[in-house]
């Protein structure tokens, strides 16, 4: 195995999820990887709905951010504006 400065020098061990986040389908969840230049994404996705996301909690929090659909500000955007 050559190993150059650009890659891990550990293997990466993954538990594979039972369900899709997404549509709750068991058993459907397949690891997919996206290789772009010299990085590589990697992401589950489900065989039965299409869903995918990351594979890492840190990056899962930030989906579940974006697909909760809450806004958190406290006030319209003009009115934040006018505090400036």
Sequence with gaps: MLVT???????LRLRLPERCFHCGAL???RLE???TGRSVYLAW???AC????????????LVERRLSGIDRR????GDRRQKV
Aim: hydrophobic share 30%.
């Design 33 to 35: 990887s996206t290789i």
């Design 50 to 61: 299409g869903f995918d996301w990351p594979i890492s909690e840190r990056e899962q929090e």
């Design 5 to 11: 400065g650009a890659m891990a020098p550990e293997r």
């Design 27 to 29: 058993g459907s969840v």
């Design 74 to 77: 406290q006030g319209a955007r």
């Design 45 to 47: 996705c489900c065989n």
